[in-house]
């Protein structure tokens, strides 16, 4: 399949070109810094390409994350090309006390969040596009920043972390799953039209994710209690003490996906990676 593919050089879509290069699809890496859209023969196109930063201003988040994808699902549509779109499982919100699923109530709590719900809006609106939705959770792997980089650093440096006292549990994705997600997506026309949300498996609570990272790394997580309640006053650390688990049934029922990866193997190559940077 020719497949078009934005974010091509970004962290989710590093692992997904080789990826789908292995499955033998034809990928064309659009830039879109020059605001015009052209998909040449392209029967497929993968919308990654998306502003994650929480400090950006609204605006450039309306443009990129919106207005931008909204341009993709419109030339996608002119030209006939299916349309796989990177949404987040933050269309849902930070923290769920029960498991998640594609039916449950849209209600983003930050401004990337309520970019992500316009921008599936805005593409469900396109007459005769042929749309995909993919939500994922936070997304993993070699590569990664933020929070999760944050975390695997402190814990390999021995930094004692207040986390031992919080019970939750929080659904993570490889990001070497994801790109099998996408590309079963691309693969079944059964996608066509769905909503889904996936996930490695089973959840983690945080002072399991940080004990399991610690393995990965072969450097002991230092963990000591601390009262959850008051890691709010710490920047960052709210995130860590919530729940918020996915249901991905749909998915692995409907298209049969199964992720190829277990979570010490995902984290495994992460944490390579993270020693060899």
Known sequence: MRIALTGAS?????????ALSAAGHRIAALDLRHGRVELGDAEAVVHLAAIAHRARPGADLQRVNVELAAQVGRAAASCGARMIF??????????ASEPLRETSPIAPQDAYGESKVRAETALRSIEGLRLTVIRPPLVYGPG?????????RAIARGWPLPLASIVNRRSLIYVGNLAHALERCLQLPAAQGRTYL????????????CTRIG???NSRARLFRFPPSALGLLPGATRLTRSLQLDDAAIRAELGWQPPFSLSEGLRATAQWYLGR
């Open 10 to 18: 970004g962290f989710i879509g590093t692992a997904l070109r080789p």
């Open 86 to 95: 990177l949404s987040s499982s933050k269309v849902h919100g930070d923290s």
């Open 144 to 152: 990664v920043k933020a929070n999760f980089l944050a975390l695997m």
């Open 198 to 209: 996936v996930s490695d498996g089973a959840p983690l609570s945080t002072p399991e994710l």
């Open 215 to 217: 393995e990965a790394l």
